[in-house]
């Protein structure tokens, strides 16, 4: 019996700032050596994967199942992922069934069902 759906998605790291910090100045001398290049990120999730990740939710909010993410952009889950010949995101794991890439919302729910009813004939009686 499937209890939980698993869905690996990636956050990105974009610079939304960079600056150079103030050289220190001891009174005598102003030490430029001593500043340094400062750059503010910001992460976010690609639409495919927030938009795979919200679909995968309302069906495991349906069926009563769980959600585990797995974040590929830390080292831990990436390893994780490529032991799973996981390589790019969105994937969304269904017990044994896989399912991979960029695909409609209404595609993706149908691939769901699928996957769901799958694993369900395959449970012994």
């Given at each position: ?13 974009t ?29 976010a ?79 012994p009686?």
């Open positions: 019996m499937i209890d939980k759906i698993e869905v690996y998605v990636r956050k990105e790291k610079i939304v700032g960079q600056y150079t910090s103030e050289p220190i100045f001891d009174g005598v001398i102003k030490h430029d050596c001593l500043s340094k290049k400062v750059m503010e990120y910001e992460t999730m690609p639409e495919a994967d927030r938009e795979a990740l919200r679909i995968v939710n309302e069906f495991a909010e349906k069926k009563g199942l769980r959600v585990e993410v797995h974040d590929v952009s830390r080292l831990k889950e990436r390893l994780n992922a490529a032991r799973k010949g996981i390589g790019k995101t969105p994937v969304i794991l269904v017990g044994k069934n896989r399912i991979e890439g960029e695909s409609a919302p209404e595609l993706l729910e149908s691939k769901l069902r699928t996957c769901f009813a799958k694993q369900i004939t395959r449970a009686t």
